[in-house]
């Protein structure tokens, strides 16, 4: 089942789209947070508070024990928070060392199969491959979504595969198809699965047709 979570750091597209009530998760990074211009901290609260699912917050140090370090800060802020480490081996360790103490650890910056299968082997609770970006310079993002799907089945991995780097609802469509079990969607995304011109020329015919017909007072 594909979950959908929100790509941003943005609260009133969280609560908007929360209060619609399709949304599972988050997902934050630090160039999100940097266009909010807020505080980390208290942006992910304020998201754990509206979002009833996994938020990811994003490390930033390069050495596993700095990593930890602040995947523990960042855990003890609110029950929902899981923690986003680099797909580097500083990374993996660290993602041991967080799931060894309960933590739940989402593996980023994934683009290419063999570093899913290590996240998983780290003991992962999520791995995100970038679709769009490896879609940027000429590369078969989706693809990554199929070949991990194969390896997650082949050995019974229960890593969650999300797909991030969302660009557009084709995206979606084909990731859910690929057995990707979430994906991460910016706000415009999210808004566009929901459109098509046909719906909107319906309900325009159907109001117009409902204007016509007799009504007793
Ligand atoms: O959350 C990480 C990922 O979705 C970033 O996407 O658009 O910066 O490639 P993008």
Request: proline content about 4%.
């Amino acid at each position: 089942m594909v979950k959908i979570f929100l790509d941003t750091a943005n609260v009133s597209e969280v609560k908007y789209a929360a209060d619609i009530g399709l949304i599972e998760g988050c997902t934050t990074n630090p160039t999100l947070i940097m266009k909010e211009g807020r505080d980390y901290n208290e942006t992910l609260v304020e998201i754990c508070n509206i979002v009833n699912g996994p938020v990811s917050a994003e490390t930033v140090a390069l050495d596993a024990e700095g990593m930890v370090r602040e995947g523990e800060a960042f855990a003890k802020l609110h029950k929902n928070i899981i923690i986003k480490v680099p797909m580097t081996q500083q990374g993996m360790k660290a993602c041991r060392l967080l799931t060894a103490k309960g933590i739940r650890v989402n593996v980023t910056l994934c683009f290419q199969a063999n570093q899913a299968l290590l996240a998983a082997k780290a003991g992962a609770f999520i791995i995100s491959p970038f679709i769009g970006r490896l879609d940027d310079i000429s590369q078969d993002g989706m693809q990554l979504i199929r070949d991990i799907r194969q390896i997650y089945d082949n050995y019974g991995f229960g890593t969650q595969i999300l797909a991030a780097s969302i660009r557009h609802p084709i995206h979606v469509l084909e990731s859910a198809k690929a057995g990707a079990n979430i994906a991460t969607l910016p706000f415009k995304v999210w808004e566009q699965l929901f459109q098509h011109p046909l719906t909107d020329k319906g309900i325009k015919q159907f109001l117009d047709d409902w204007e016509k017909v007799p009504k007793k007072k």
